[in-house]
Nanobody, 116 residues
Framework: VQLQASGGGLVQTGGSLRLSCVAS????????MGWYRQAPGKQRELVAA???????NYADSVKGRSTISRDNAKNTAYLQMNSLKPEDTAVYYC???????????WGQGTQVTVSS
């Protein structure tokens, strides 16, 4: 499985961005999809995840401001981020997990910068 992330950019405080992650292969529907982020000098942290059945979970820091979703027909996961804050500035990484095969996959990062 290869993951291609896109959608990052520079926005002002309070703005919105939608990140997309396209997965190759035919097993997208069984994958857990997620987004992690890593800010300079900080550890990578989970932002949001969605199971194959559509169950979602979010980091407290983005809860209420972000929505993760998936379109199995397009092999794509999305992260809609609203009311962005400077502390959301980070490189965002798409992540996928195949629980059946116990395999993890990472996409390249996409930079999100929120100016104050």
């Amino acid at each position: 499985v290869q993951l291609q992330a896109s959608g990052g950019g520079l926005v002002q405080t309070g703005g919105s961005l939608r990140l997309s992650c396209v997965a190759s292969g035919s097993i997208f529907s069984i994958l857990v999809m997620g987004w992690y982020r890593q800010a300079p000098g900080k550890q990578r942290e989970l932002v949001a995840a969605i199971t194959s059945g559509g169950t979602t979970n979010y980091a407290d820091s983005v809860k209420g401001r972000s929505t993760i979703s998936r379109d199995n027909a397009k092999n794509t996961a999305y992260l809609q981020m609203n009311s962005l804050k400077p502390e959301d500035t980070a490189v965002y990484y798409c992540y996928a997990r195949n629980n059946r095969a116990q395999m993890n996959y990472w996409g390249q990062g996409t930079q999100v910068t929120v100016s104050s």
